[in-house]
């Protein structure tokens, strides 16, 4: 492969040996593999995506099954943007546009810890097989905690909050002006990611090549291996592509795979600035329950893989 070769060059031309060399190429191959699949995929989704404003999804909702709703929102979240930054905007307009409660949180709870990106790097860190699981469980997680928080009523818990006037009408753009506006988007989220995916291959690369494999075995194996790393995934903030450079590198030094797993999902979907950001929308008692939701299925998740693989 292309990129194989180019970070053999690179670190042959350098000289470099041993740890080094390891690492080196590590970070300077999966830069390029996973910027490249950005700037493909991103603006692929974001053109799509310009047929599917708020309101449109809201109309072709209504009437519509509760199920077909909660799946046809996680579907959405697959194909959304790249981290919750960029994903609660699109989960702001929906609110306003009088989306259901629980479809409303089925997509945010989605959107950050799959995507169609994500889902094209994954195979090549724990196969297909454990691609496949990770989204069906994704896919799960996000759907039982849209339909709980709303069988539970937490819906009285979303702020008034300004969202414009969702019923204004607004002409249908022109292709080129739809491939302009995909253009922008896909600019903006490219350069606010870039420097998570660099950060975030940087870790894994050290971690490849200096880490040593019998630490990971021997701190993070047990049970409280999954529940050690949702807690130390909440507080970072980084895109799905930012961590699984690192959770490759972690599973490639003896990390069960379930506990990759759940701290990737933990990162991508649990993070302080999210709250910080969704306290615009969402009252404190919402929010901890969403939170709450989330770990408990992410712990599940977690638990189960590691228990059955």
């Not at 994500?118 to 196969?127: E, I, R």
């Not at 302080?272 to 329950?289: D, R």
Request: proline share 5%; with cysteine; charged share 15%.
């Amino acid at each position: 492969m292309v990129f194989q070769q180019i970070a053999t060059y690179v670190v042959e031309a350098l000289g470099l040996t041993g740890s080094l060399r390891a690492a080196a190429h590590f970070w300077i191959y999966d830069t390029l593999k996973i910027l490249s699949i950005l700037v493909v995929v991103i603006f692929g989704v974001t053109y799509l995506r310009t047929y599917f404003p708020p309101e449109k999804i809201r109309d072709y909702l209504e009437g519509k099954r509760a199920i077909t709703g909660y799946a046809l929102a996680a579907l959405l979240g697959i194909v959304s943007p790249f981290c919750s930054c960029s994903t609660i905007p699109i989960f702001l307009g929906m609110v306003g546009a009088g989306i259901p409660f629980g479809i409303t949180i089925t997509f945010l709870a989605v959107s950050p810890m799959i995507n169609e990106a994500a889902l094209v790097v994954l195979p090549g860190v724990v196969g297909f097989k454990l691609t496949a699981l990770y989204a069906v469980s994704g896919i799960v997680i996000g759907m039982s905690s849209g339909y709980t928080l709303n069988k539970l009523g937490f819906d009285r818990y979303i702020e008034e909050f300004n969202f414009g006037d969702s019923d204004v009408e607004i002409d249908e753009p022109t292709r080129k002006e739809r491939a302009r506006e995909a253009y922008v988007e896909a600019k903006d989220i490219i350069v606010e990611i870039v420097p998570y995916v660099i950060v975030g291959v940087g870790a894994g690369a050290v971690i490849h090549g200096y880490l040593p494999g019998e630490l990971v075995t021997q701190y993070l194996s047990g049970p409280l291996g999954v529940f050690g790393a949702v807690a130390v995934g909440v507080p970072m903030y980084t895109d799905i592509l930012g961590v699984i450079p690192v959770v490759e590198s972690l599973i490639g030094k003896g990390l069960p795979v379930g506990t990759g797993l759940a701290f990737m999902m933990s990162v991508a979907a649990l993070s302080f600035p999210q709250f910080m950001i969704l306290n615009k929308v969402m009252k404190k008692e919402l929010i901890a329950a969403y939170a709450t939701t989330l770990a408990a299925g992410i712990l599940t998740i977690g638990l189960l893989f590691n228990l059955l693989l």
